[in-house]
């Protein structure tokens, strides 16, 4: 997970980790084959209420690209 400092402290930068950690482990782990996946969080995550986060990140499997090649 990142989330860039655009001009905000840390403080700020670890609240937007923490919701974000928290919304995918509500709406994505489930959802969700064993994958490595960054999630880089935009300005908006500053400001963005926890429903928009949820529904942001709920939206993220049907965005994924898919493939039928596994790699060992």
Known sequence: MVVPRFGHTAVERNQVKRRMRE????????ALPAVDLLLRATPAAYKAPMAVLLEEIATL????????VRNP
């Not at 919304?23 to 489930?30: E, F």
């Not at 499997?61 to 039928?68: F, H, I």
């Open 61 to 68: 499997p049907a965005r994924l690209p898919r493939s039928d």
């Open 23 to 30: 919304a995918v482990r509500l709406r994505l782990l489930k």
